[in-house]
């Protein structure tokens, strides 16, 4: 009788602890909202490393790609502004999978804005949704009508009369193409050249590091730790 209670009690220890480790595992299981913004390393092509070149901070991860997330229904999309498709609306699980870490995580990390933006941000994703198939802003020019990632998700926000300027969650800088020493990056010469315009050093801008950077995000989850 005492060997079947203690084989009885060691079962239920078991079962306990097991039970406990799957609600943990539940709790701890990340799930986006509406209006959280997804940074992106895309990679090491010479564009991608001369943005990063040129916009690193002291964050921990630098990037080269932001969008925001939006639902339709059950199913999760990236509103982005990307070379070739322009503003577009991508499935949640191929902006995951465009680009991956050598263990196939996604290179993806996701930043939630503060409680104060709430009101703003479906409207914010209409902006954004309303300029779907306009083009590429590839020379990163800022009053024309074309994006760049980071100023789609910027003018989505500052596009609102009810939202002050100076609550607007990101900053806009003069953009530098040009080394810690002053010099013209090389890849920035060469791109531009083949474009047949002039490098637009000190114009309006701003880039995916430097809204990492905002006071009024936190970080909320990290794909590549998962």
């Known amino acids: 009788m005492r060997f079947n209670t203690l084989k009885q009690t060691n079962v239920f220890i078991v079962f306990c602890i097991f039970f406990l480790s799957c609600t943990n595992k539940q709790q ?123 100023e789609l998700v910027y003018k989505m926000f500052a596009s609102q009369p009810e939202l002050p300027k100076e609550k607007i969650p990101f900053l806009t800088h003069l953009m530098t193409f040009k080394d810690n020493s002053g010099k013209t990056m090389s890849n920035w010469v060469t791109y531009y050249k083949k474009l047949k315009i002039p490098i637009p050093e000190g114009i309006k801008g701003t880039n995916p590091n430097l809204m990492a950077s905002s006071a009024h995000i936190k970080f909320v989850h990290d794909y590549e730790k998962e």
Request: aromatic share 12%; net charge neutral; proline share 3%.
């Open 28 to 150: 701890t299981t990340f799930k986006l909202k509406e209006g959280d913004l997804l940074f992106q390393n895309t990679g090491n092509g010479k564009i991608d490393n001369a943005i990063k070149n040129v916009t690193a901070t002291n964050l921990a991860k630098n990037y080269s790609h932001v969008g925001i997330a939006t639902q339709e229904g059950k199913e999760w999309y990236i509103v982005e502004a990307i070379p070739k498709k322009g503003v577009c609306k991508t499935p949640l699980l191929d902006f995951l999978n465009r680009n991956k870490n050598e263990v196939d995580k996604s290179k993806t990390t996701v930043a939630r804005l503060d409680d104060y933006y709430i009101p703003y941000i479906s409207r914010a994703i209409a902006y954004g949704l309303e300029k779907i198939n306009q083009p590429y802003d590839a020379v990163f020019l800022w009053n024309d009508d074309a994006y760049y990632c980071s």
